[in-house]
């Protein structure tokens, strides 16, 4: 027993190395550590290495025992050091998650009406057709099914977690890799002949890859019937948009059939000094488990919303979580504030089918400026966020907003995306 439970004065020693390590680790800019992976920021220890090495130290205890470092554990067997950072807090602009941005072409073949919420009728059709075209196991439901890990409609639709994550806390879910985002104006009424525009944002290779289901589902969906009429759309052109500009390549050929090119580079442009953002869809955000409303909004709020769910994407369907300080991008947040701000509230109802009952769906509309001069290590996140939303119900539609970078007095106002409008 007494190899397995060190004796009293060998676990203060431990305590004492620990100390020692960790205060060195703080103050030194070289490598010190050997037995695992060092970054700016983070150390990555194989704890197992650790304890063949030094019998007398428990694993445990090899963690810093000051305030000066933070510790997350990662399944017991390896841990995260995240060291105090030395230099800013600029993130890594270069870590992109990937995206594809298809534009739906439909040409209405019924009269269709779309109230002030269409991406909830869109999202709702489009669950229901994936489900019909991917599900072996009919009129069973997903919760406990034996394939629910390696279900299609699953990692879309209710994309699982294992509620913990080592940099971004405890997470109940994994967010919804695409975005459903209605380009034509509405509330609407389509009579036959009439054009439709649907964006369809793809997040990730994974997702990238179920593709050809994702479609085959939206046009099913479309040729059933969207909104409460049941009017009935024909999916006539698939085109893959280019973020940075407004070039497009079909994704259908001649025969009608899907082929989905390369995409084409997510490359953020330089920041500008000021911008201002463009609410356009309601922006529906939690703090601190109450609603924001436009007396409570903050740009600290938005801007760290962004951050979250950016990194979660690149957790969960990306190339891993980014390498942030958090803390410093959160106190970099809360000192900045939104100027010439237009805020005010939105309310929208969805018809729930699941709970057979009206939900209450509004959030935040309107326009807000922000200078970048100083948190330029938002701007990537700004710019991305144009076209992964923001808050709540993103899968939605909800959450979009748009860039309008703003010159010096006497200059061009140009918006950021007005080739994509």
Request: aromatic residues 6%.
């Amino acid at each position: 027993m007494s190899n397995l439970f060190p004796s009293a004065s060998a676990r203060r020693a431990a305590r004492h190395r620990a100390r020692a390590r960790s205060e060195a680790l703080a103050n030194t800019n070289q490598e010190p550590c050997q037995t695992g992976v060092f970054t700016e920021r983070v150390c990555v220890i194989d704890l197992p290495t650790v304890a063949s090495r030094d019998r007398s130290l428990p694993a445990r205890q090899f963690l810093p025992a000051t305030s000066a470092a933070r510790r997350r554990l990662d399944s017991g067997r390896r841990a995260i050091l995240s060291c105090p950072p030395r230099g800013n807090a600029v993130p890594d602009a270069a870590r992109v998650i990937p995206l594809d941005i298809l534009d739906l072409h439909f040409v209405a073949e019924s009269e269709v009406a779309f109230g002030s919420f269409p991406g909830s009728a869109w999202r709702g059709a489009l669950g229901h057709s994936l489900k019909r075209l991917v599900c072996i196991m009919r009129r069973r439901p997903c919760e406990g099914c034996a394939i629910e890990v390696s279900c299609l409609y699953t990692r879309l639709f209710e994309p699982r977690s294992d509620g913990r994550d080592p940099l971004l806390g405890r997470v109940d879910r994994a967010p919804q890799p695409f975005v459903l985002d209605c380009r034509t104006a509405t509330p609407c009424r389509l009579r036959p002949g009439d054009p439709f525009l649907l964006r369809l944002v793809l997040i990730g290779r994974e997702t990238r890859e179920a593709a050809v289901y994702l479609l085959r589902a939206v046009e099913e969906a479309a040729r059933h019937g969207i909104g409460p009429g049941r009017g009935r759309l024909r999916l006539a052109a698939i085109e893959l948009r280019d973020p940075t500009g407004g070039n497009s390549i079909s994704c259908m050929d001649a025969s009608g059939r899907l082929r989905l090119p390369e995409p084409f580079p997510m490359t953020v442009p330089p920041a500008p000094e000021r911008v201002r953002i463009l609410l356009e869809a309601p922006l529906r955000m939690r703090h601190e488990g109450a609603l924001v409303g436009p007396g409570r909004f903050t740009v600290g709020m938005f801007l760290m919303n962004l951050v979250r769910r950016q990194s979660l994407l690149a957790r969960f369907h990306g190339d891993g979580p980014p390498d942030l300080d958090f803390r410093a991008l959160r106190e970099l947040a809360s000192r900045l504030e939104a100027g010439e701000a237009q805020l005010a509230w939105r309310e929208q109802l969805r018809r729930s089918a699941r709970q057979a009952t009206l939900m209450r769906m509004g959030g935040l509309v309107g326009r807000f400026e922000l200078d970048l001069r100083g948190a330029e290590a938002f701007w990537p996140f700004l710019w991305r966020g144009q076209f992964l939303h923001a808050g709540k119900a993103t899968s939605m539609g909800l959450g979009r907003y748009r860039l309008e970078p703003l010159e010096p007095p006497g200059g061009r106002t140009r918006d950021a995306t007005e080739e994509m409008a």
